[in-house]
């Protein structure tokens, strides 16, 4: 097997708010190893983007905190380095990519010089040869007349191009890992494809890993060689993709997959998980997903631990060994999907 | 950006044009005898017998309003405001003389509230909660409602009148004398320049002296209002996704706070800079008239007294003027801090 990139260990981080604080990662653990994708997957709120933000220590100064556990990066806890070797960590070991590709860029600096700036900093190059880099970078994630859009401001591209603006400067120090935080929500559905392609292109020519965090089993399937589930600030299933898709053991993954429309399956109504998720404040006792489990039983009210339901596939339910023969005998759907 | 500025140069005559047609209509509430002083430039003019009819009829104004308003127009464009009976001397002549005073009295403010203003909010807004933070904003809130008058009235009891530092005025007496002969060279107007200029080291203390309290009266609301903007603005921007951005591309606080936020930052505070740029114009009557600086505030304040229309219309003309050309500089700097302002 290839090399662990990064391995997280039990990550805790919580928010101190005017109302107490709120935990809203409780020990998350996985591995990304050269070279993959690791799909994380959940709805707003459970912690996804917060655990990205951990990684890259970029969680606001005031409110957030990481009061637990390890993220080894090459070997090294990163979480121990002092903030003068973290920026070199950040940018150019890891770079992220975010979700709104029209705020994250900076409105007063034309698309090249934000690009440039980086190169300039991480790779030490002249100014000049920073924006000749720049114009190499946009070429290469496909912007039409690079040598003129390094000179556009962001208010003068699309959505789409913004985008591919970002992927630029996150690659443009050919990091290890690439952090993107539902890169493809903000944009068309065909440009989605577009940028999905470009991303998995990239990623092939530079060796690098990707976590791609996102709501959207759709995208994990498309890019991701493994996945984890999310549910409020806890990992509740993990495991490679093919296995997972196919044999999905927790009732919240489940949800997801049911959730996602299909042309072949008629049905009167779109399907959804009942309920939301629970408000930090207001966590339910035991597994966190108990009131809106259609599943659950009085053993629910105990937190579940993460059960190995076959080599390398790990559920958080109590009845990670019985759920696939409760969805056969409720509907007779299949929703596993290779 | 050239064009913008280009585009923007165009409409300044529009505006003037504007201007004067608003100054015009207060003109026209005067009775024509009163309206007389504001054309005729020598007093004399008008002792001899008859000689307020005849110069009525020289000047048209017993003419429609638009005959009016064009020789109105002509006048000013020969430079001709009418006769100051407070300072008996032309209009123009009081502007000569007073208006460097007086931008000496706004650059020594302007620059500092600039500078200071929005280096005070940076700080404030990174400093967010922080004992810094704490303390400027009861500075600001202190300078935000304490009126300049009540604010010069104090600084003068206690620098002048109690330990006698800092006295009224332009000029100690000495200096004064030195300044008006005609051996001192007037370069631009503006006495602690011309003195450097002049080699007059201890004038230009004594220059600096008498500005001290003039320029802190002056400064201290715009100035407090500034900070206020700044921080707010500062940290809004702070809070903004390109931050983010560049804190996640390993930049170092220092570049994510002194490029990213803040020339975001500044674009409210531009806009308040030019809302500013107004409130000192006003602030000059107030500060000039309790220090008894010899501007174009002081002017203002002594021929409104006197109902020396003359001088409050031609002054008020020019105080117009400065407004729209302020604003132009405000419009200029706004769009080449903001890239998206320029399209408009």
Redesign the interface.
């Known amino acids: 097997m290839a090399q662990k990139l990064l391995e997280v260990k039990d990550l805790h981080t919580v928010f101190h708010t005017e109302d107490g604080t709120v935990e809203a990662v409780s020990g998350v653990n996985f591995e990304v190893y050269q070279g993959e994708t690791l799909g994380i997957v959940g709805e707003s709120g459970c912690g996804k983007s917060v655990t990205s933000l951990s990684i890259m220590r970029l969680l606001p100064k005031q409110t957030g905190e990481i009061t637990k556990g390890e993220i080894i990066f090459k070997g090294k806890d990163i979480l121990k380095l002092p903030e003068n070797e973290m920026r070199h960590v950040r940018g150019k070991e890891i770079a992220m990519i975010f979700q709104e590709p029209m705020t994250a860029l900076n409105p007063v600096y034309t698309a090249g010089e934000q690009v440039a700036e980086m190169v300039e900093l991480h790779l030490g190059m002249s100014k000049k040869d920073a924006y000749n880099y720049a114009v190499e970078m946009f070429r290469k994630v496909g912007i039409p007349m690079p040598e003129k859009r390094v000179y556009n401001y962001p208010h003068e591209l699309s959505g789409g191009l913004r985008q591919r603006v970002m992927i630029a400067m996150a690659l443009s120090c050919n990091p290890s890992l690439l952090i993107a935080d539902e890169p493809t929500t903000a944009l068309d559905v065909t440009i989605q494809a577009q940028v999905l392609d470009l991303m998995r292109k990239l990623l092939k020519e530079y060796n690098s890993s990707l976590i791609m965090i996102t709501h959207d089993l759709g995208v994990v399937a498309e890019i991701a060689q493994r996945v984890a589930v999310m549910y409020a600030g806890q990992i509740v299933e993990y495991g490679d993709v093919v296995t997972v898709f196919k044999n999905p053991s927790h009732p919240y993954t489940i949800g997801l997959m049911k959730a996602i429309p299909r042309p072949d399956v008629e049905v009167e109504r779109l399907i959804s998980i009942e309920g939301n998720v629970p408000d930090l404040f207001h966590m339910p006792k035991g597994c966190r997903f108990n009131n809106r489990c259609p599943y659950a039983i009085d053993k629910c009210m105990e937190m579940p631990p993460l059960f190995e339901v076959e080599p390398g596939h790990l559920s958080r339910c109590w009845r990670y060994k019985e759920i696939k023969d409760l969805l056969k005998k409720e509907d007779g759907v299949d929703v596993g999907r290779g | 950006m050239l064009s913008f500025i280009i585009r923007r140069l165009l409409l300044l005559p529009v505006t003037l044009l504007g201007l004067t047609f608003l100054i015009f209509l207060f003109m026209s509430a005067l009775s024509p005898y009163a309206l007389l002083s504001t054309y005729v430039n020598n007093p004399r003019q008008l002792q001899a017998p008859g000689a307020a009819q005849n110069l009525i009829k020289q000047y048209g104004l017993d003419k429609p309003f638009y005959v009016k308003y064009v020789s109105y127009l002509n006048q000013i464009i020969h430079g001709n405001l009418g006769w100051s009976q407070t300072m008996n001397e032309t209009v123009v002549q009081v502007i000569k003389t007073r208006f460097p005073a007086t931008l000496e009295l706004a650059l020594y403010s302007i620059i500092p509230i600039v500078i200071v203003g929005i280096w005070l909010g940076v700080v404030a807004a990174v400093h967010?909660?922080g004992l810094i933070d704490q303390i400027l904003r009861v500075v600001a809130l202190i300078g935000y409602s304490v009126p300049a008058f009540v604010l010069g009235l104090l600084l003068l009891f206690i620098f002048y009148g109690v330990l006698r530092w800092l006295p009224p005025g332009r000029l100690g007496l000495g200096f004064e004398m030195i300044y008006n002969s005609p051996a001192f060279h007037h370069y631009t107007g503006l006495v602690t320049i011309d003195a450097l200029l002049n080699g007059r080291f201890w004038m230009f203390l004594d220059a600096l002296k008498h500005l001290i309290d003039p320029v802190l009266t002056l400064s201290f609301l715009s100035w407090a209002g500034l900070l206020r903007i700044t921080r707010s603005s500062m940290l809004e921007a702070l809070g903004?996704?390109?931050v983010?951005?560049?804190?996640?591309?390993?930049?170092?606080e220092r570049?994510v706070i002194n490029k990213?936020a803040r020339?975001?930052a500044l674009?409210p505070a531009t806009t308040v800079a030019g809302l500013m740029f107004i409130g000192i114009l006003g602030g000059v009557v107030i500060t000039e008239t309790i220090f008894n600086y010899p501007g174009i505030g002081s002017a203002m304040a002594q021929a409104s007294e006197q109902l020396d229309y003359a001088t409050v219309l031609g002054l008020s003309l020019l105080f117009g003027l400065i407004t729209v050309v302020g604003n132009l500089v405000v419009d200029v700097a706004y769009a080449l801090?903001?890239?998206?302002v320029r399209l408009g």
């Open positions: 967010h909660n903004q996704d390109y983010r951005t560049a804190r996640a591309k390993g930049l170092s570049v990213h020339r975001n674009i801090i903001d890239p998206r």
